[in-house]
């Protein structure tokens, strides 16, 4: 009748392992969805994407070009990787989006690796699940910024560099492939992002006092391979600005390339200094953003980490000369070293921006897993069940009640059916088991709470995109060229199929004979004469969209207009 403890957690393992990899498969088939997004608004994406697709159009795998100038400020490696996919499925959303996508895969399968290595197989798979059912971390994979690339690259290396740690020998698939992926990370994002690979080993090595192992020459080829590895990185600077000391990069000539990689990128963010951070300064400088960033971030599951992080901190002040338990306190050191390091450095930063919080995430899954599934199902009912299936309820219930103020009739119904039936059919199968409905409840609601963000970027937000609503109506329209002026739409060069240019000073058109159109300010339209007026569209940056969204006053006061004219003849321009 009354079974035993011990019998109670390997039935709930059971279950829980067939369950787990059933969500994980569920919520990566979600994320799918937004695969076929449009790239839209004025963040970082439309950037890349207009990068990578000169690339393409222009054969140049060398030089790296924006609005037509030289441009440094990213590595490399994205925009090649980017630059592929649209070889390979022509320049489109889903060819700019997937690359990114596949690399926050592969982020998630090594979390995976880390939880398994460390703990079980079953920690493992719940570090995936919570990998892949973390809100930034699901908006990441198809809002593509440098960090989606860097889930795929940070996480496979510290993996690598943990094994290759604990073997006393050097093994050297560990240390290429740790290489390798570090060579990666670096050519994505710079030379800080060691800072991240590399904190829970040596915090691990230190903690466990084994301090010899810093000057073993096996770490001497871990330090070294990595700068061979990111050569092609190094020789395109050098061909791009090094040798050209003649082009004119941040106002100013004489600018080294390969300085800027190693030291004006990475330490000008840091200590806030160099010519193009001053956009970035003060926007968020307080040393607790993190805090409240992450906390949002790491949804549904930020209250399991709170919890996870106090009883790991009673773990670490237990004296027990076990073996067993001086190793798991050396585990738990690799993943707090690696998740507190990067956040205690983004935080001392003044250029402070909510995507950094990514990179740190895995690690978070990983001690929350270990929490759940090594101690929290020895109680059948924790606290933090009833308040995961309660935050569950609650996100829920906002997608659904959002989607019946935003969306249309037949949108509205859509998502009220997803989110009512998943969950009543769910209820059905997971019986009284209260641990399996609390990750059920919460995978289930963030999955709507992700499929609700994507409509509104694919059903509202869309409306307010003029260079995507330009590109769209010129797409049946005779490809002549268009000219941008102080406009600066990324959106419309990267979704355009006919010739696009940026021009500063309207007298440029003057020698224009063949037809073209010109997008300008609707507060310009009056430079022009002999114009003829095509349309109007509507325009609000995306960063202020999403405050303004249940505003409608303040949503139209910040909507700008946009007019696409269309000349046959040469541009005649008024005298002011």
Request: glycine share 4%.
């Amino acid at each position: 009748m009354f079974k035993s403890l011990k019998d109670r957690i390997k039935d709930n393992e059971l279950l829980s392992i067939r369950l787990i990899q059933f969500l994980i498969l569920l919520s990566i088939f979600v994320e799918c969805y937004g695969l076929f997004s449009k790239v839209l608004g004025s963040n970082d994406s439309n950037f890349y994407s207009t990068v990578a697709k000169h690339i393409v159009t222009a054969n140049d795998w060398v030089n790296l070009y924006y609005a037509g100038s030289d441009w440094l400020d990213k590595p490399r490696l994205p925009f090649w990787l980017t630059a592929i996919s649209y070889k390979i499925f022509g320049i489109t959303t889903f060819a700019y989006i997937f690359p990114g996508f596949l690399f926050n895969l592969l982020g998630g399968y090594y979390t995976f690796r880390i939880g398994a290595y460390l703990y079980s197989k079953q920690v493992g798979l719940l570090s995936a699940l919570f990998y892949f059912t973390s809100l930034h971390l699901m908006l990441s994979a198809i809002d593509i910024r440098a960090e989606a690339f860097l889930l795929g690259e940070i996480i496979p290396a510290s993996y690598y560099w943990l094994q290759y740690n604990n073997n006393e020998r050097i093994n050297y698939t560990h240390l290429v492939l740790g290489s390798v992926f570090t060579a990666l990370a670096i050519m994505t994002k710079g030379l800080f992002v060691v800072f991240a690979i590399y904190a829970g080993v040596i915090a691990s090595n230190i903690y466990s006092k084994r301090y010899k192992k810093f000057i073993n020459r096996k770490w001497l080829f871990a330090i070294c391979l990595p700068l061979i590895f990111i050569l092609p990185e190094l020789v395109c600077l050098f061909l791009q600005f090094d040798l050209h000391p003649e082009k004119v990069v941040f106002g100013k000539t004489g600018v080294s390339g390969l300085k800027f990689f190693f030291w004006d990128s990475q330490f000008g963010r840091f200590f806030d200094f160099g010519p193009y951070i001053s956009s970035g300064t003060g926007m968020y400088s307080h040393y607790f953003y993190f805090v409240h960033t992450f906390m949002w971030a790491f949804l549904p599951w930020s209250i399991v980490f709170l919890v996870t992080l106090y009883y790991v901190f009673l773990q670490l002040r237990l004296n027990n000369d076990n073996l067993q338990v001086k190793q798991q306190k050396i585990s738990l050191i690799f993943l707090l070293a690696s998740f507190f390091i990067p956040f205690i450095l983004f935080s001392l930063t003044k250029f402070q921006l909510d995507y950094y919080t990514n990179i740190i995430i895995p690690f978070a899954c990983i001690l929350c897993a270990n929490w759940i599934c090594n101690y929290a199902t020895r109680t059948l009912r924790h606290p933090i069940y009833i308040i995961q299936i309660y935050l569950a309820l609650i996100l829920t219930a906002l997608a659904i009640a959002f989607s019946f103020l935003l969306f249309e009739r037949n949108l509205r119904i859509e998502i009220f059916i997803f989110g009512a039936t998943v969950i009543a059919i769910y209820t059905l199968f997971i019986r009284n088991r209260i641990l399996n409905k609390a990750i059920v409840y919460s995978c289930l609601a963030i999955n709507l709470v992700f499929i609700f963000t994507q409509m509104v970027n694919n059903q509202i937000y869309i409306k307010y995109d003029a260079g995507y609503q330009i590109a769209d109506f010129l797409s049946s329209k005779p490809q002549e060229e268009v000219f941008d002026y102080k406009v600066n739409s990324s959106s419309l060069e990267f979704h355009l199929t006919a010739p696009y240019k940026r021009i500063s000073d309207i007298r440029q058109l003057t020698t224009q004979s063949s037809p073209y159109y010109l997008v300008v300010p609707e507060e310009l339209e009056s430079s022009f004469i002999n114009i003829k007026l095509v349309k109007r569209f509507n325009s609000i940056d995306q960063n202020k969209f999403t405050s303004l969204l249940f505003n409608r006053n303040k949503l139209n006061a910040n909507t700008k207009v946009i007019s696409l004219l269309h000349f046959s003849n040469a541009a005649n321009i008024k005298q002011q």
